[in-house]
């Protein structure tokens, strides 16, 4: 399933899709993370864009997110674990209290297909806020499956 099955539209959908394949990369250090949120310029039709790429931990990536629109991001977490690198993915979704009820209902009603465009991955998290979100609960969210 993606996107375009439950109306989901995009402002360049290609862009999204890079940025989602450069943080699966390996060879990509300079993309550990990508945010992606909805261009709210036409309110009858919105559309997810790209925000920005990132490298960095989880607090220089979600001092990127909107105060008040939804965010997705996807963060590449990497982990030595007796000399075996295991790479793991988390999809983080931020509906910020400060985002209006209305658009909150529009929104939330294309959040199944935003996640497919980010699937699969190992784990996934909902934040009202970025304080939030730390280091720790990734670590735990992505070794659940």
Known sequence: ??????????????????????????????????????????????????????????????????????NFAFFRLTEVIDKTVAVRFCFIKSQPEATPFRVKGKLGQKIGAVTAVFSPVHGDLVIDTPDELTAEDVVAITKKK
């Open 1 to 70: 399933m993606d996107g375009k099955t439950q109306g989901l539209d995009f402002v360049d959908e290609s862009a999204l899709i890079q940025a989602i394949a450069d943080v699966r990369n390996d060879n990509k250090p300079d993309a550990e993370w990508c945010i992606a949120e909805f261009d709210q310029s036409d309110p009858k039709v919105p559309k997810l864009c790209l925000k920005q790429v990132g490298s960095g931990d989880i607090d220089t990536m979600k001092a990127s997110f909107a105060p008040d629109n939804f």
